[in-house]
């Protein structure tokens, strides 16, 4: 499509772009507009982030740039101060308009999982101080038993047999949410296969002196009475939704949670021509892969409300599903719709030894090497 043609068509401001915004802009480069505003010079490919964190040769393969993602639309490096509908105002002070408006800016998660970092030469040397200081600890504490901390500490097991790792969480099971018994109890023991101790049901007494990912001693207590010790520790908890740019117009929509409400259709609570998906949104879990499906959605809906039509597609969740790897080839999962625990091999043949690299490389227009 010609830019005289596509300038005919409505323009549609992204939010973010992350896994959400990037599958609704690929999908909508051919029909509308598409503004992409992100203040990152390159997509993290997050899902990889802990096995790049253990093997920084991955760096290159889950930094990708904007660049070629879209043949049609484009993409403003900065950050999204403030959004009302019709406007996406930028930190910079430049005004957007926009027909419609995709809230896809996802959520904030300790590092090493996800970096704030906007820079991937920075950020690629922050996940190389932090392997340095790993490489040099014996034992390790991992805060958070949910499927961030186990995948690290298998991530960290398969490239170091011999370190002590320690996994804690003040819940009493591994992997909280709403999965299958059989799930948690396959991962339990396949931690206690690799050598990973499980120390459930109590938080530390007092948090860390030294900060996350920085070499030093560690010594504490959890409120049960239990010593724990390490050279090393990552926080692998806590997600927060990265929507406080929202104007008054949308505020209304905002739990106090910050996430953001959305009907059926994954438009905004209140909105018609405002969507939310992904981390940020209440329509679903939190994963890559569902994000994806959401995006489906958004851009169809837009497609049809630019082209005059009414009727739009719901959304419809489809229940539980998770894979959480433990190393390249180990882990468990459980597919939607399942009422059984899936393992290390098909968990290793879905995520587990590739990560998923080469289908966000070729979303980018990268070469994906023979045989990776």
Not at 58 to 85: H, Q, S
Not at 116 to 136: F, K, Y
Not at 349 to 368: Q, S, W
């Amino acid at each position: 499509m010609t830019s005289k043609e596509l300038a005919q068509h409505p323009t549609v401001v992204i939010v973010g772009g992350g896994y959400g915004g990037i599958a609704v802009a690929k999908a909508l480069d051919e029909t509308v507009n598409v503004v992409l505003v992100e203040p990152k010079d390159a997509f993290m490919h997050n899902v990889a982030a802990l096995r790049a964190l253990v093997d920084p040769t991955w760096l290159p393969r889950i930094f990708l740039p904007y660049d070629g993602l879209l043949t049609n639309g484009r993409i403003v490096r900065d950050r999204a101060a403030r959004v009302e509908p019709g406007l996406v105002v930028t930190a910079s002070g430049q005004e957007l308009t926009a027909d419609y408006v995709v809230l896809a800016s996802g959520s904030r998660y300790a590092f090493p999982a996800k970096t704030d970092l906007v820079d991937t030469a920075q950020a690629q040397e922050q996940i190389r101080a932090a392997h340095d200081a790993l490489s040099q600890a014996d034992r390790v504490l991992l805060l958070g038993a949910g499927p961030v901390g186990i995948e690290l500490a298998g991530e960290i097991r398969a490239v170091w047999p011999d370190k002590h790792i320690t996994l804690l969480d003040e819940r009493d099971d591994v992997l909280g949410g709403p999965y299958l018994p059989e799930l948690r109890t396959e991962l339990r023991r396949q931690l206690k296969e690799f050598d990973i101790e499980l120390l459930l049901g109590s938080p530390l007494h007092h948090a860390p002196e030294t900060a996350p990912g920085e070499l030093g001693a560690v010594a504490g207590m959890t409120e049960s009475g239990v010593e724990v010790n390490a050279d090393i520790w990552f926080r692998c908890y806590g997600v927060i939704p990265n929507s406080d740019y929202l104007g008054a117009s949308l505020s209304a929509a905002r739990r106090a949670d910050g996430y953001v409400q959305v009907g059926s259709t994954l438009q905004v609570v209140g909105q018609t021509t405002v969507f939310a998906l992904g981390d940020l949104s209440t329509a679903d879990a939190k994963m890559a892969g569902f994000a994806g499906r959401q995006a489906a959605i958004v851009a169809a809906n837009i497609n049809a409300l630019s082209s005059g039509r009414t009727e739009l597609v719901d959304y419809t969740s489809v229940g539980a599903a998770i894979v959480v790897p433990i190393g390249p080839e180990g882990g468990a999962g459980q597919f939607p719709g399942q009422q059984e625990v899936v393992g290390r091999e098909v968990v290793s043949d879905v995520k587990g030894r590739h990560m998923m690299v080469d289908r966000y490389a070729e979303l980018f227009g990268l070469a994906v090497e023979a045989g990776e």
